[in-house]
């Protein structure tokens, strides 16, 4: 999955979706996108002069950009942690503080399982460079001679 098909995914067909699955792409791209946005927001702030402090605070900009995006980084949080058999409710152990980061880390990275309650397995059905792709590459073109 390319980082524009988990943005695609996550934003436009399964905003507020917390059933199904999300392969470890479509996760790991939209927090990428997440942090970008994020960054970009603290930027607009600084310029505009609305940032609450220099190395910390959030201005309005920031904030509103992490609002939006607050729903759908849940639900694709939910859906990657389908993906690894485990129920959307373990979320709430990030709420204890590193402890439960390094633990919900450890079950975003893990691979997918396969079919279980919350669907089929994803990595057949993704969309996106290599999607599907079952097999060996095939071999590089030879070198034309002159």
């Known amino acids: 999955m390319s980082f524009q098909d ?3 995914i996550c934003l436009q067909r399964k905003y ?3 059933h199904g699955r999300a392969r470890r ?5 939209f ?3 997440t942090a970008i946005v994020g960054f970009v927001g603290g930027i607009l702030d600084a310029i505009v002069g609305t940032r609450s402090g220099m190395y910390g605070g959030t201005g309005p900009i920031q904030g509103i950009l992490q609002l939006a995006l607050l729903i759908p980084t849940l639900a694709v949080g939910a859906r ?3 993906d690894t058999g485990r129920s959307g409710w373990w979320l709430l152990i990030g709420l204890i503080p590193i402890v439960g980061w390094i633990i ?3 079950f975003f990275v893990q691979d997918s399982q396969p079919a279980n309650q919350h669907g089929p397995n994803p990595k057949g059905q993704g969309e996106g460079y290599g999607a599907g792709y079952r097999g060996t590459p095939p ?3 030879s070198p034309q001679q002159y």
């Open 31 to 33: 927090i990428l996108f």
């Open 6 to 8: 988990a943005i695609k």
């Open 139 to 141: 071999p590089p073109p």
């Open 80 to 82: 990657r942690l389908h």
């Open 104 to 106: 919900l880390i450890v």
């Open 25 to 29: 792409s479509e996760y790991w791209f």
């Open 16 to 18: 507020a979706d917390f």
